[in-house]
């Protein structure tokens, strides 16, 4: 089994509640299924697409219980549940053999601590050769689902959306068009720095965000005082990296600005106008 049974409960004699597998089927065979100990007598079915008569319930004591592939194939015990927490990501994600034929809800997240500083999560991933992704969320080429509205918003979060074929090669062609001409506007929640940070810190932003320009405001807010605009370009040939970046930034006088309410095309038009983009 996958999971095999413990004989030992720990000391305390509580009996485990019992997990059945009504017959031996793909979400048998695909993992475990785990409540956490909040989950007390929860009863789950998976409703995932199995073949006709394929039923799987599991029900959790306060230790939690996993379900085998197999019969009445049941562990639990008070003090194990790190030992019945499952798959981790990376043993899940990178077995194919439990991946077939399974939904989100075939699967429980267990909680626990975070080992990771938020800063160091990389989202970035390969969608092909030489297509690289900022966030790995692809729509999937689904009738009515994904053309060129889904795409483009899709690839605005860093994903991808691939658009189906249930077109006419020429209207295929037209909606790749549309994404491919999109102009994305206004960015409504920008990465803002202080005066006071320091040019070294520009390099750090730029690895993690992925650009390299960063409005300057009076506290790092979008909503203060906007002072200025500082990119990467102004920080390159500095070779002192600990000066502020009030000493390398634009100043606002010298940017070219326009009033809340302008349009893309008419911020467009002002930018070629004054030759900067």
Same mark, same amino acid.
């Given at each position: 089994?996958?999971f ?21 089927c793909?979400i048998?065979?695909l993992?475990m299924?785990?409540?956490a100990?909040?989950d ?7 409703r ?7 039923r799987?319930f ?5 230790? #939690?219980v996993?379900?085998? !592939? /197999?019969?009445?194939?049941? @562990?639990?015990a008070?003090d194990? *549940? +790190?030992? =019945?927490s499952?798959?981790s990501?990376?043993?899940?994600f990178e077995?194919?053999a ?5 939904a989100c809800e075939d699967?429980v ?14 989202l ?13 969320i ?8 994904t053309e ?9 979060e ?8 249930g077109?006419s090669?020429?209207?295929q ?11 994305? #506007?206004?960015?409504?929640? !920008? /990465?803002?720095?202080t005066p @006071?940070t320091?040019v070294?810190? *520009? +390099?750090f =932003?730029q690895?993690?965000?992925g ?5 300057v ?10 002072l200025?605009l ?5 920080a390159?040939l500095v ?8 000493a390398?930034m634009?100043?606002?006088h ?10 893309v ?5 002002m930018?070629?106008?004054s030759k900067?983009?």
């Open positions: 089994p996958l095999p049974a413990f004989e030992e409960f720990g000391g305390d004699g509580r009996q485990p509640r019992r997990a059945h597998l009504q017959r031996p793909a048998g065979r993992a299924a785990l409540l100990p909040g007390t007598g929860a009863r789950r079915r998976s995932s697409p199995l073949p006709r008569g394929a799987t599991v029900v959790a004591d306060l230790a #939690g996993a379900a085998s !592939p /197999v019969g009445d194939c049941v @562990a639990t008070p194990a *549940l +790190d030992a =019945l499952g798959r990501p990376q043993e899940l077995d194919d439990l991946l077939v034929c399974g699967f997240c267990v909680p626990g601590p975070v080992t990771v500083a938020s800063k160091a999560v990389d970035q991933g390969c969608f092909a050769r030489g297509i690289q992704l900022q966030t790995p692809v729509a999937g080429p689904l009738d009515g689902v060129a509205r889904m795409a483009i918003a899709v690839a605005l860093g994903g991808l959306g691939v658009v189906h074929r077109l090669p020429e209207e062609c037209a909606q790749v068009a549309k994404v491919k001409k999109f102009e994305p #506007g206004f960015i409504m929640d !920008p /990465v803002c720095v @006071a320091k070294s810190q *520009l +390099d =932003l690895a993690q965000y650009f390299s320009w960063f409005p405001t009076m506290d790092g807010w979008m909503k203060s005082r906007f200025g500082v990119s990467g370009r102004n390159d070779k002192e990296r600990s000066i502020p970046v009030s390398v634009t100043r606002f010298d940017l070219t600005v326009a009033p809340e309410g302008t349009d095309l008419e911020a467009t038009r930018l070629n106008e900067t983009g």
